[in-house]
C-alpha cells in the first residue's frame, strides 16, 4: 500500500514539475483545447431548423396572395361549337338547319321513326293519361306501368330474361360498368371505345387494359399476360373480376367488332363480355337484334347488352339487357338507375310503340341496310376522302385520305366540305369529340348517317354532291 | 360551444327567451346523443334576413340501444339463413349464374349482398311500388303480393285508387295531366315527335332549345343557361369540364351521388366538409389555401365548393349567405345544386338564393332539375356568359349526349311562364305560397305531435325519423293500408341509426289531404311508439298559442 501510495505520490509530483517546466505557449494552447471541448461537450451537436409554423399574420398573408385561375378559360368566339347549327323544327328526313331546308344525312333516326305517326299518337296518348315528368326515382313511385312494359318488351325483343331501362342514354353504359366493376379488378377494352365506355370504366376505378382496334392478337397478349400474372398470386386472382367491353358497331369507327372470335377469347381466358350496341341495335341482324343476330351468336353468351332508345328507337334513354343474375343486380348498383328520375313516360310508351313498329316491320332492317351499301359504294374513290366504316353501318365516317398537318387544320378542310354540302340541300356533321379528353382521339371526320327515309336519288345526290364538295374544297 | 355560423362574423341574438333554453348550437348530431332538442335558431343580422331554424333532435339513448339491437337481431338471423341455404335446408330463390360460367372469378362476392338478400329483402315490398297514373297530389298503385317472401311478386291485376302521394317530388303540382294545362305540350310533341337522335353539337340543337335556355336565364336573372336532358348527368358530366387536376373540390358530405360521382370523375382533389357546417367548411379552406396541395405543395389552381340548396335527406337548407360569404373571403368558387330547391322556395319559388334574399351573381354556376318542381326530366346550368359558353363547347354532355325532348323542354317552358306569371295569370305564383303554407303547416302538426323530424321549417322535404329497422317496414306498410303513398328510407341511403320516413308536401295537397295524412300519422305514431320527440312544443310562440305538453322519453 505504502509503496503504490509512494509511486503515486511521485508521480503527481512529477506532474506539477512538468507543469512548472513547461512553455508558456504550451499551456496556454492546452488551455485553449480545453476550453473547446468542453465547448464541444456542451454546445448542441446540430442546429435545430427554424420552426416551421406559420404565424398567424404569415397564414393571412399567405391567404391574401392566393390567386385562383378563373373558373372557365374564355372562349374564342369563333370556336365552332359557339356557332352550332340550330335546326328550326323537328329534325327528320327534311331538316331546316339554320333557317336553310336540307335532307338530313346528320341525325341518327335510323329507322324514320322520329315523324311517325304511330308512335307520336302512342306519345300523346301516354302524356294525356301520365302528364309529362316522373316526379321521382325509380324506387320512390318512379315506377310506372309503361316502364314494366318497356321492359319487359324490350327483353322479349331481345330474347333475353331481363331488360332495366334508364333515362338517359349516355349513362346507361356509364352507370352499368361501376355497377360490377370495381377496385382491383380488370378490364379489357378496345381502344375505340366511345366516351360512355370511357367514362364508366373511370367510374368503376378497375384496372383497364386498352388493346388495339379489333386486333384479337393483341387481345389474346393482354390476356395471357393477365393469365401469367395470375399464377403468380393466384389467391388475388380468384377474386379479381374481369371483363371485356366493346361496341357492337363504333360509334368512332363505324365497323363491327370480332364478335364470333371474342366469344373464344371469353371462354377460354373465362372472361365475361360487356357489349354496347347504341348503334346495332335495332340496324344489324334480320330483325334488328343487334350484332348477336347479325353473327348468329347465342345471346346468353353475352354477359350484358347495353344500347340507347336515341338512335333506333327514337326517343330518349337506353336499356340494358341480359340474365337476371347480371341485370337484376343494377337495380340496386346502377347509380344512373337508382338515383336518377325515371324515364318520362310518354318516352317510354314511343320506344313501346317503335319496337311495335320494328317487329311488325322485319323488312325494315333489309331497307336500311340495301341503302347503306349504295352510299357506302357510291362514296368510294373521292378524291382526298376515304370512307372509314363497314358496307353495312349506319353510320360512316369520311376521313382526310392526307392530313395538312395540323387537326385544327383538317377540322376546317372538313367543315367547308360540309359548309358546301349544306348549301346545296344536304345536311351532315362533323364528329365531335373532346379532344383533350378522349383516350385515344379519333381523327377528324365527316359522318355520314343513313335512314331508311332516305330515297336512292337523296343517296347518290349525296354521294355525288360529296364527290364534287372534295373536289372544289381539297384539291 | 361555439356556433359555426359565428364564422363570418356576428353575434347572434335569439328573438325569443324560451327558444334560447332550447338552443343548442352545432348542426354536428352526433355527439351528445342524451341532449335534446338541437337547433340552429341562427338570426344573424348581417347575413341573414330572416330567422334560420334547423332541427336536427337527437334520439333518446334506448332508441339508439334498440335501433343496434334490431339490425343486430337482423343479422343473426341473415347468417343462420345464409348458413340454411348453403345446406340446403332453405330453399334459394336468388338468380344463380349459368353452368357454362361457373368457373368464372364469381360476379358477386357472397358478402356484398348479405344486406340487399337478408335484410333489405324482408321489407322489398315497400320500394319500387309501380303507379298507373299521373303522380299527382293522389295517385294510382297496381297491386302486387308476393308468394316468396318479396323474392318475387305478382301483379293482381287491381288497382289501389287514389293514395295519397306524399313521396313524389312533385312541389308545385306541375305533375298534372289538366288538357288546358298540357294543350302546348301537346302541340309540340306532335311537331317534333319524341326524339332528337343527336348532340347538341352536332345536329341536336332545336329552336325549342334555344328558347328554353333564354327564358330559364331570364327566371334565374343571369345572363346566360344551358339544359341538359338528364338532371343526374347535369352534375356528373359537367363538373368534370369546370374542375381537373389540381384543382381541390369542397364536397358536403351529404351531396348527392351525382355530385360525387361529377366530382370523382373530374380528377380533382376531394375533401369533405361536414354538413353545412360552416366552421368545418372555413377550417378546410384555410387549410388549403395555406399549404396547397399535398406533397407537391403548389398552390391550388382554383377551389370549387359544391353544396345543394335542400338537402333531399335531411330537408335542411344550406346555409348560402355564410358561404357565399367565406367563398369570396377565400376567392373559392360555388356550385350550388339547386336541384331540390328550385320552384320549391324563395318568395317567387326562384330557389334558396332567392330565399335568402341574394343575387344570383354571388353563386359562380348555379345547377338545378327539372324532374322536381317542374314535372318535367332533366337540369341545367346557369350563370355568367363565360361559363355557358365554355359549357357549351366543353361540356360532356354536349358532345357526347342526346339533346332533350322538345316536348319535354315545352312543359318547363309552360311551367316557367306560369311562375314568372308570363301567362298572364297569377296561378303560379299562388303554387309557391300555397307550397309554403302547406310545408309550415304539415312541419308545425308533427312536431306537435312529438316526432322528431329534422330539417328546415320551410324546407318542403320533410323526414320523420324512424330509427328502428323493424319500424321502417311496418310504417310503410299501414300507411299504405290507410291509401298514404310514403318513402321510408334506410341505410346505406341514410346513416344505420336514422331509417326515416321521407315526406315531399306539394303546392297541390289540399288541406284535407294533409289532415288525412296527419291523422294517420297521428294514429300510427302511437301504435308504432315513433313519437321519440321531448320536445313538442312550439319553436314558433307567435305562430300558434304555447300549451304544455308533456314530455315524452
Redesign the interface.
Known amino acids: 500500500m505504502a509503496a503504490t501510495g509512494m509511486g503515486q505520490q511521485w508521480v503527481l509530483v512529477e506532474m506539477v514539475q512538468a507543469f512548472y517546466e513547461a512553455p508558456a505557449y504550451h499551456l496556454i494552447l492546452e488551455g485553449i483545447l480545453i476550453l473547446w471541448i468542453i465547448r464541444l461537450l456542451f454546445s448542441k451537436t446540430y442546429k435545430l431548423q427554424e420552426r416551421s409554423d406559420l404565424t398567424p399574420k404569415e397564414k393571412e398573408e399567405l391567404i391574401e396572395e392566393w390567386q385562383p385561375e378563373p373558373l372557365v378559360s374564355p372562349v374564342p368566339k369563333d370556336h365552332p361549337a359557339l356557332n352550332y347549327n340550330v335546326v328550326s323544327g323537328p329534325p327528320t328526313h327534311i331538316i331546316s338547319v339554320n333557317g336553310k331546308e336540307c335532307i338530313n344525312f346528320a341525325s341518327f333516326n335510323f329507322l324514320g321513326l322520329l315523324d311517325n305517326e304511330k308512335v307520336k299518337s302512342a306519345a300523346q296518348a301516354s302524356l294525356k293519361k301520365y302528364g309529362v315528368g316522373t316526379c321521382g326515382p325509380r324506387g320512390f313511385y318512379g315506377t310506372f306501368d309503361v316502364h314494366l312494359e318497356l321492359e319487359e318488351r324490350l327483353a322479349k325483343f331481345m330474347r333475353t330474361e331481363e331488360a332495366i331501362i334508364y333515362s338517359y342514354g349516355f349513362a346507361t353504359i356509364a352507370s352499368a360498368i361501376p355497377a360490377y366493376s370495381k377496385r382491383g379488378d380488370i378490364v379489357f377494352v378496345d381502344e375505340a371505345a366511345c366516351f360512355a365506355i370511357q367514362k364508366g370504366l373511370q367510374a368503376s376505378r378497375s384496372n383497364i387494359k386498352l388493346f388495339k382496334h379489333n386486333d384479337m392478337a393483341d387481345l389474346e397478349r393482354l390476356l395471357k399476360e393477365q393469365e401469367t400474372e395470375d399464377q403468380k398470386n393466384p389467391r388475388k386472382a380468384r377474386v379479381t373480376r374481369r371483363f371485356i367491353v366493346v361496341e357492337g358497331l363504333y360509334m368512332n369507327t363505324g365497323d363491327v367488332c370480332p364478335l364470333p372470335e371474342l366469344i373464344k377469347l371469353k371462354y377460354k381466358y373465362k372472361v365475361r363480355i360487356f357489349l354496347e350496341e347504341s348503334l346495332s341495335f335495332g340496324v344489324l341482324g334480320e330483325h334488328g337484334r343487334g350484332i348477336t343476330e347479325h353473327f348468329g351468336i347465342n345471346i346468353d353468351d353475352i354477359d350484358l347488352i347495353s344500347a340507347n332508345m336515341e338512335n333506333s328507337l327514337a326517343s330518349i334513354g337506353g336499356f340494358c339487357c341480359g340474365r337476371s343474375f347480371i341485370i337484376d343486380h343494377q337495380r340496386l348498383s346502377g347509380q344512373g338507375y337508382c338515383f336518377s328520375a325515371s324515364l318520362p313516360p310518354l318516352l317510354a310508351a314511343a320506344a313501346i310503340e317503335a319496337l311495335n313498329i320494328m317487329e311488325d316491320n322485319p323488312d325494315i332492317f333489309q331497307t336500311l341496310r340495301a341503302k347503306c351499301e349504295r352510299i357506302h359504294k357510291a362514296l368510294q374513290g373521292i378524291s382526298g376522302l376515304k370512307v372509314v366504316g363497314e358496307s353495312f353501318s349506319p353510320a360512316l365516317h369520311l376521313q382526310l385520305e392526307k392530313s395538312c398537318g395540323s387537326r385544327e387544320d383538317d377540322v376546317k378542310l372538313l367543315r367547308r366540305v360540309v359548309d358546301y354540302c349544306m348549301n346545296s340541300g344536304i345536311a351532315l356533321t362533323q364528329a365531335c369529340y373532346l379532344e383533350k379528353e378522349e383516350k385515344c382521339l379519333p381523327p377528324p371526320s365527316i359522318r355520314v348517317v343513313i335512314t331508311v327515309e332516305q330515297t336512292e336519288q337523296e343517296l347518290d345526290k349525296a354521294a355525288s354532291l360529296l364527290k364534287e364538295a372534295a373536289q372544289s374544297v381539297l384539291n | 360551444m361555439a356556433n359555426p355560423s359565428a364564422v363570418c362574423n356576428g353575434h347572434l341574438h335569439h328573438h325569443h327567451q324560451k327558444q334560447n333554453n332550447l338552443l343548442k348550437s352545432g348542426i354536428c348530431k352526433k355527439n351528445g346523443i342524451t341532449k335534446g332538442m338541437k337547433k340552429n335558431g341562427v338570426s344573424n343580422g348581417t347575413l341573414y334576413k330572416k330567422t334560420f331554424i334547423e332541427h336536427f333532435e337527437q334520439a333518446p339513448m334506448y332508441v339508439a340501444v334498440l335501433t343496434f339491437l334490431g339490425f343486430g337481431v337482423g343479422t343473426v338471423f341473415g347468417y343462420l339463413r345464409d348458413f340454411m341455404r348453403a345446406w340446403g335446408l332453405e330453399k334459394r330463390n336468388i ?4 353452368e ?2 361457373k ?7 357472397d358478402f356484398e349482398n348479405f344486406y ?1 338478400r337478408n335484410l ?1 329483402m324482408r321489407i322489398r315490398d315497400n ?10 297530389p293522389q ?1 294510382d298503385l ?1 297491386e302486387r303480393v308476393t308468394d316468396d317472401y318479396n323474392w318475387t311478386f305478382r301483379f293482381t291485376g287491381r288497382t289501389i285508387k287514389n293514395v295519397i ?1 306524399m ?4 312541389y308545385l303540382g ?4 289538366d ?1 288546358n294545362a ?1 294543350k302546348t ?2 302541340i309540340e ?19 325549342k332549345h ?1 328558347e328554353i335556355e333564354k327564358l330559364v336565364a331570364k327566371f334565374l336573372g343571369v345572363e346566360d343557361a344551358m339544359v341538359f ?5 347535369t352534375n ?2 359537367n363538373i ?1 369540364a ?1 374542375v381537373g387536376k389540381g384543382c381541390l373540390i369542397l364536397s358536403d358530405e351529404l351531396n ?3 355530385l360525387v ?1 361529377g366530382a ?2 373530374s380528377g380533382a382533389t376531394i375533401r369533405i366538409f361536414k354538413h353545412n357546417n360552416m366552421q368545418s367548411l372555413e377550417n378546410l379552406l ?1 387549410d388549403a ?2 399549404y396547397g396541395q399535398p406533397r407537391s405543395h403548389r ?6 365548393i359544391l353544396v345543394e340548396g335542400i338537402y333531399s335527406m335531411e330537408g335542411s337548407i344550406v346555409r348560402l349567405p355564410e358561404i357565399v360569404s367565406l367563398k369570396k373571403k ?4 360555388l356550385y350550388l345544386d339547386e336541384a331540390h330547391s328550385i320552384g320549391a322556395v324563395g318568395a317567387t319559388g326562384r330557389g334558396v338564393v332567392e330565399y335568402f334574399g341574394m343575387s344570383p351573381d354571388d353563386v ?2 348555379l345547377m338545378g ?4 318542381s ?4 332533366g337540369g341545367y346550368l346557369a350563370g355568367k356568359k ?2 355557358v ?6 361540356s ?7 339533346s332533350m ?4 323542354a315545352e ?1 318547363i317552358i309552360r311551367a316557367m311562364k306560369c311562375l314568372m306569371g308570363l301567362d298572364g295569370t297569377t296561378q303560379g305564383l299562388q303554387r309557391v305560397r300555397q307550397l309554403g303554407r302547406n310545408t309550415r303547416y304539415f312541419r308545425r302538426r308533427l312536431h306537435e305531435m312529438g316526432f322528431i323530424i329534422y330539417g328546415n321549417d320551410d324546407s318542403p322535404v320533410v323526414p320523420l325519423l324512424l330509427y328502428m329497422p323493424g319500424k321502417i317496414g311496418a310504417f310503410a306498410r299501414r300507411m299504405l293500408e290507410k291509401n298514404i ?1 310514403v ?1 321510408v328510407v334506410g341505410f346505406p341511403a341514410t346513416p344505420i341509426t336514422e331509417s326515416r320516413a321521407r315526406f315531399c308536401v306539394s303546392a297541390a295537397h289540399t288541406r284535407e289531404m294533409l289532415d288525412t295524412v296527419l291523422n294517420a300519422l297521428d294514429e300510427l305514431g302511437d301504435f308504432l311508439r315513433l313519437k321519440y320527440s321531448r320536445y313538442s312544443k312550439s319553436s314558433h310562440p307567435e305562430l300558434y298559442e304555447e300549451t304544455s305538453h308533456e314530455l315524452e322519453d
Not at chain 2, 103 to 109: M, T
Request: glycine share 8%; net charge positive; charged share 15%.
Open positions: 338468380a344463380t349464374e349459368r357454362e360460367q368457373d368464372f372469378v364469381p360476379l358477386y362476392q340487399t333489405y320500394w319500387n311500388r309501380p303507379i298507373c297514373s299521373v303522380p299527382g295517385f297496381m302521394n313521396g313524389s317530388y312533385n306541375f305533375a298534372e295531366t288538357v298540357l305540350v301537346t310533341l306532335q311537331k317534333y315527335g319524341t326524339g332528337v337522335c343527336s348532340t347538341r353539337q352536332e345536329m341536336g340543337t332545336l329552336d334555344v336532358g338528364m338532371g343526374f348527368a356528373s358530366m368534370p369546370l348527392h351521388t351525382s360521382l370523382r370523375l384555410r389555401i395555406i398552390a391550388w389552381r382554383k377551389i370549387i377565400y376567392k373559392a368558387y359562380d354556376v332539375t327539372f324532374t322536381k317542374f314535372g318535367a326530366a363565360e361559363l359558353d365554355f359549357l357549351r363547347t366543353h360532356h354532355s354536349a358532345v357526347y349526349a342526346t325532348c322538345p316536348a319535354v312543359q303513398g318513402v
